[in-house]
């Protein structure tokens, strides 16, 4: 079997490996809104929650200043306001166009046509065909060497009644993309066995 030592590899090498094996990543579907009032929709994969009963979210983007820095990290720094919307199969395809980059006084939700729905405690819209969206206000943020993670206050929760069971929130109705290494997208498809613990 193939081992490397990490120190005796190339940036993208490491990076391939990581992002290979750190698999299936969730997706953030990001909605910000700029200080100029241009509502941003943005795909994020390098996310996941950091704590769950009073829940933390953690996304990055690579560590850059001024004009350098992408439209989110940069709105949700200057606005500290945030929604997180969960990806599902019918809305893959317009998730990934809302990965082009347009300029800061362009929206996505606009050029990938994506209906907007208000958030109840922050600014920025949501994903109105989102099954789940959570908003979220800026809790901190660290520079991590070339990365810099963000991380969201869990303030408040829409989720649909389309994934709901019992009055709770149903997995098995959540049929999540997930983001695997290279082009790959994959989604969810339960495994049925019996859990043990
Ligand atoms: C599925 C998917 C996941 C992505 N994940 C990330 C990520 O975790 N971090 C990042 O900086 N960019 C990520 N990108 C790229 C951004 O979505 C892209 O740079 C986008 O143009 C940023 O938009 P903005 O400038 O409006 O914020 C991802 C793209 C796709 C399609």
Redesign the pocket.
Known sequence: MPEYDSAELEPNERGRIIKSAVTP?P??W?S?TSTDGVD????????NYVSSAEPVVI????YAEGDE???????VLETEEFAVNV?TEPLAQT??T?????E?DES?FDYAEVDRAECETIEPPRVADAVVTMECTLYDSMRVRD?LAILGDVEYFHVDESVMTDGQIDAAKVDT?G?LGGPY?TVSDLIEFERQF
């Open positions: 990543r997706i953030a990001i910000t941003n929709l943005a795909p994020f994969s390098s996310y996304f990055n983007t690579p820095q992408k439209d989110t990290p940069r709105n990806v998730m990934d809302t990965a082009a980059s347009l800061a996505e990365r993309v983001r997208y």
